[in-house]
């Protein structure tokens, strides 16, 4: 069930009845908001439900086996468990393929003919985000930084919270577990940012759909294209990753504080970014720094920082999928974060890396959203040749297919959705509440929006992080 | 406010805020008269017509199939014929235009169920098999607007069933039926923004001869003005009931209306023109290659099952071929008699192959596939009255 489409619409409105005006009492209607987001989880595919639940139910009980335990080393075993636990169902689900056809292809190369079976497992949605969400509770639990909570029940609700459920935010058990054993009252004014909030998702979602053709003909076609249909096309895959994506988590952030929850922003201005590091504290906060609390710093953070950069990062590329084109986007970044740091440390560019001056700052970012376009093709690439073709079709100068008599047209549309899309973020984030307040332009431009979402776009289209 | 308050007026917001937004949408839609019955206005009509085609007398014979059976079959001329070798018969052309057997398939079953509710039967139903109807490409070129005809086509209960297969896909098309009038986003969006991303048409090399357009334009506005002269009572329908869904017959028409037709013929009929029009045949409906799409070929076959309710006698035809410009590499015949053979297996009706017959010559075709009126459609339809008349007797 996808959220800009009809079924979910009327899922919300019945969930919004029952949830508001029928069941009063706290306990009800969190047994129902489970009994609603394992409705919302099955329509995709009931027979993960007990994956889902069962993997909760266990995470559960070692958090409370870890607070109780009554040695070091029975603690530790805990939570070894439950690492095991979901990484395992992580690993069997998502990458045992991969590494069985990995192994095959590696034997290949030195004439080895293994023809090793395959599992082809579908895999269930949205499990690198519930499985890293259920484990960060264990290990918290384990470090000691929150205290189990009693209630079964809340914390299995908690985890399949059916707007975070399939795409995150991956929350942490402390931003989100209270919420559940106190549950909030919506206010009208934290509702009418819900909205706000849903109709900015909604937007990009629908302009991920129309940059995804250009995008398509790039990274999908055999068509021959010119160095700025090239360049359009990774632009345009550059905007449909952000729109699906940053689209999906502003809906699921709007959609939970319409009916009262806080979950914290997934993204701030991306494309915005002027270094590398910068990046990442703006694109998919919640994965980013839970690579940072459960991976980076256990490593040993800043001892040894460019090893933990790139283990980290490398690790953050596969947790996006099982193929080497997802590896060699995480090593790409790795790279780029390390170089950042070994250039920001030579004496000749500590000045520049410091100016805060606007051309400074402008050349940075240009740097930035260079270099993270470049990645986004070994991301969205079908190999990582292919990859490598596009990179070089994108440095080629001659040689390459004359445009297309809409290519000029076509790459102002696509930049200027870019534009918009995160003009459309900086107003959220800079003057909604000055724009909620003003109720006779508020209400007309949500619905207008919400019109023009309703009248284009491919909504029979899943969210690319979906397959994550 | 309490807390059942705060839940009621967010409940309001949400289905107001939806509600005027779907609005606002469906009057964009209508104010560009764009619907699901303007798109398939002859599909409509045809249907709404049948009432008055059950009442009919004589026994019934319906041609169903694509714009080459529209272009093709004239039911006015196959009745004379046939009457004048003494066999009393009305038939109809029910051949729609931008129909692939998948959006036929859902015709169909509404045809059928229209006859049953009239509680009356054809005693012939031919229907076409158009090969190139049936392949890859002609679906993909046709994938925008798959849920739009599908959701205007479907009865309520296919559409429910559909929602309990997939319910995402079944309520999208139930608001595409109820709500939007017919009209998908996705529709919307091939339309303003799909176009600038789909190869050209490939064009023929070939010069067009001067003035050829300039005389074109002439011949086509002064052939509108004697249209509206000769039949003022015309509606302007798509299907037309006192035609019973064909056109004109050249016995109507005065011979200074002919002259201009054929020289209209000869004028549409240029080598650059064909030329032309034949590289976009491949292009959009791979008619040379015939790589054929099985889900098509299946729901043909249904096709033919729907007609079986509703007819004592159902034919399949293949239309003549303008073998001049639509040449089949052998590897394509043969996926083609693959495809014939299965649906004979499937269906246990024989397919009649028409696509070659001394009758039909290929200058008698109006563009590389459709027959044209005054002499393909003339010469094909007897070939039919000829041919179905002792079964017909």
């Known amino acids: 069930m996808v959220f800009n489409t009809p079924i979910f619409f009327v899922f ?73 636990m979901n990484l395992g169902i992580l690993g069997l689900f998502k990458y045992a393929d991969f590494l069985l056809m990995s192994v095959a292809d590696f034997l290949g190369v030195f004439g080895v003919e293994a023809s090793l079976p395959t599992l082809s497992w579908v ?66 004014s934290g509702a009418r940012h819900g909205f706000l909030l849903v109709t900015s998702g909604l937007w990009k979602k629908t302009a991920a759909d129309l940059l995804a053709i250009p995008a398509g003909r790039l990274f999908e076609a055999d068509a021959q294209l010119s160095l700025l249909e090239t360049w359009t096309g990774v632009l345009a895959f550059a905007g449909q990753i952000y729109g699906d994506f940053a689209g999906y988590t502003d809906m699921a952030i709007g959609l939970a504080l319409i009916i009262g929850f806080k979950i914290p922003p997934n993204f701030r201005l991306p494309y915005f970014a002027i270094s590398p590091v910068d990046f990442w504290r703006r694109w998919h906060i919640s994965l980013s720094s839970w690579l940072r609390d459960y991976l980076y710093i256990p490593l040993g953070g800043k001892y040894q920082r ?9 690790l953050g590329g596969l947790w996006h999928g099982a193929a080497w084109t997802f590896v060699a986007w995480g090593a790409f970044h790795g790279i780029i974060i390390t170089a950042t740091h070994f250039l920001g440390r030579l004496p000749a560019l500590a000045g520049f890396a410091a100016n805060r001056s606007r051309s400074a700052v402008l ?17 969205r690439a079908n190999s990582i040749g292919s990859a490598f073709e596009i990179i070089v079709d994108l440095h080629t100068f001659t040689g390459l297919a004359e445009p297309g008599p809409m290519a000029a047209w076509i790459a102002l549309i696509t930049i200027a959705t870019l534009v918009l899309m995160h003009l459309a973020d900086w107003f959220v984030i800079a003057r909604a509440e000055a724009f909620e307040n003003r109720r006779w ?5 949500l619905i207008m929006i919400h019109s023009i979402c309703l009248l284009v776009g491919e909504p029979s289209d899943e969210f690319i992080y979906f397959q994550f | 406010m309490t807390d059942r308050r705060i839940f009621a007026k967010i409940l309001i917001a949400v289905l107001l805020v939806m509600g005027v937004a779907m609005l606002l949408a469906r009057s964009f839609t209508a104010a560009n008269g764009a619907s699901g019955e303007s798109l398939l206005s002859r599909v409509f009509q045809a249907r709404a017509a049948i009432p008055a085609i059950a009442a009919e007398d004589n026994d019934l014979v319906l041609v169903f199939g694509s714009s080459m059976v529209q272009a093709g079959f004239s039911p006015r001329e196959f009745d004379r014929d ?122 023929t090399e070939l010069e067009e001869e001067e003035g050829v357009a300039e005389r074109l334009q002439e011949v086509l506005a002064e052939m509108n003005d004697r249209f509206e002269a000769e039949y003022p009572e015309y509606d302007g329908s798509d299907w037309y009931y006192p035609w019973r869904g064909g056109g004109t017959n050249k016995s109507e028409r005065p011979q200074e209306t002919l002259d201009l037709i054929e020289e209209y013929y000869r004028l549409t009929q240029t080598d650059y023109q064909m030329a032309d029009d034949r590289l976009q045949r491949i292009q959009t409906a791979d008619i040379e290659e015939l790589h054929f799409d099985p889900e098509l070929v299946e729901a043909f076959i249904r096709i033919v099952e729907n007609f079986g309710r509703i007819a004592d006698q159902v034919e399949i035809i293949m239309l003549p071929k303008n073998t001049d410009w639509i040449r089949n590499p052998p590897e394509a015949l043969a996926r083609q008699a693959e495809v014939v053979a299965h649906i004979e297996r499937e269906t246990g009706v024989p397919v009649r192959d ?20 005054y002499h393909g459609a003339v010469a094909f339809t007897r070939h039919l009255a000829n041919f179905y008349a002792d079964s017909l007797r």
Do not use: C
């Open chain 1, 12 to 84: 919300f409105v019945v969930f919004l009845l029952f949830y508001g005006l029928v069941f009063l009492q706290a306990r009800p209607r969190v047994y129902f908001i489970l009994v609603a987001s394992l409705v919302f989880y099955g329509a995709w595919n009931y027979r993960f439900i007990p994956l889902l639940v069962g993997s909760s139910i266990i995470d559960y009980y070692l958090a409370l086996a870890i607070a109780g335990a009554s040695t070091p080393s029975r603690r530790k075993l805990f939570v070894t468990l439950s690492v095991v």
């Open chain 2, 82 to 203: 046939l009457a004048d070798m003494g066999i009393d018969v009305t038939s109809f052309n029910f051949g729609f235009g931008g129909l692939n057997p998948l959006f036929q398939d859902y015709l169909s079953r509404r045809i059928a169920e229209d006859f049953e509710r009239e509680g009356r039967r054809l005693k012939l139903a031919l229907i076409e098999f158009n090969p190139f109807q049936a392949t890859r490409t002609r679906r993909e070129r046709a994938v925008a607007l798959e849920e739009s005809y599908i959701a205007t086509l479907a009865s309520p209960s296919e559409l429910f069933e559909i929602l309990r297969e997939d319910p995402e896909r079944g309520s999208r098309m139930l608001t595409i039926r109820y709500l939007r009038d017919g009209i998908s986003a996705e529709m919307i969006t091939t339309f303003f923004w799909g176009e600038p991303f789909q190869a050209p048409l490939i064009q």
């Open chain 1, 363 to 379: 050349l940075k970012w240009a740097i930035t959203f260079y270099l993270v376009t470049i990645g986004w093709v070994l991301f």
């Open chain 1, 306 to 314: 460019h090893r933990n950069v790139m283990i980290t990062m490398l």
């Open chain 2, 354 to 373: 028409f696509q070659q017959i001394d009758a039909v010559s290929n200058d008698m075709f109006s563009d590389t596939t459709h027959l044209n009126r």
């Open chain 1, 123 to 188: 895999l269930p949605v949205g499990i690198s985000f519930y499985t890293f969400q259920s484990l960060s509770y264990t290990i918290d639990v384990y470090r000691g930084d929150m205290q189990p909570r009693r209630g079964l029940v809340h914390f299995t609700t908690a985890l399949a919270f059916f707007p975070q459920l399939v795409a995150g935010p991956i929350l942490r058990a402390r931003q989100i577990l209270p919420q559940f054993h106190n549950l909030p009252v919506p206010t009208w």
């Open chain 1, 441 to 445: 332009l508020f209400w007309p431009v």
